[in-house]
């Protein structure tokens, strides 16, 4: 076995690796892990990733030719792009505005998108208070407000080329509309530099492919 393993469902957390895999044309197997009907505490994977979170992912030959197992997306992302000597830049500040911005989707997009989802969608009959709703309604305007700015400014995330950093945004913006269904509450036709931004890469066709990895059966 010498194809990376790829263990994940098609969420946006998910998405991100998927396009990635298909964007650097790694050879990979992928395996659906079910997190609605629990798959993710089984023994088997939390072996994988201890934190029973999706995506995980072996590279069998990664650790001096052993397994070697990555849990956390943004880790895999970075570590598939040095593999792959793909989409991270190699000059040291372009490669920092990179990480800056992928870890603003790991610590900003993804919870706080998340939440609103959570809350906006999932927790609608369980809720009553309009708090928590508000609250990650107008987080989530911010962090759209961020990235209009930068991406009214450059043609992508990072600046002038397209890295990790897209990939890991731009399936959660996608969220907003496609899952969550929230296009007038969050008011996402204002957003129209990421709204542009979107749509070049929802038309790539290694994305197109990518976001259906480990997409399961309606």
């Not at 023994?43 to 990664?62: H, M, Q």
Request: charged share 20%; proline share 6%.
């Amino acid at each position: 076995m010498t194809a990376l393993q790829l263990y994940s469902l098609a969420t946006p957390n998910g998405q991100k690796v998927g396009i990635a895999l298909e964007e650097m044309q790694l050879a990979y197997e992928a395996h659906t892990v079910n997190i609605l009907k629990g798959d993710q505490f089984r023994e088997e994977f939390i072996k994988i990733n201890p934190n029973s979170k999706i995506p995980a992912l072996i590279d069998p030959e990664g650790d001096n030719g052993k397994p070697l197992t990555i849990m956390e997306s943004g880790a895999i992302l970075m570590y598939l792009a040095e593999k792959s000597g793909r989409f991270l830049p190699q000059s040291p500040v372009e490669k920092s505005r990179c990480l800056q911005w992928l870890f603003f989707q790991m610590g900003g997009v993804g919870p706080m998108f998340g939440q609103f989802g959570h809350f906006y969608v999932y927790a609608k009959e369980k809720c009553y208070h309009p708090y928590p709703l508000q609250r990650y309604a107008l987080e989530t305007k911010r962090l759209l407000s961020v990235l209009e700015k930068q991406l009214s400014e450059h043609n992508f995330v990072a600046g002038s080329e397209y890295t990790i950093a897209d990939m890991a945004i731009a399936p959660w913006v996608h969220c907003l509309s496609h899952f969550y269904k929230a296009d007038i509450i969050l008011d996402l036709e204002k957003y129209k530099a990421v709204q542009s931004w979107l749509g070049h890469f929802l038309s790539r066709p290694a994305v197109q492919k990518g976001m259906r990895v480990c997409q399961m059966e309606s």
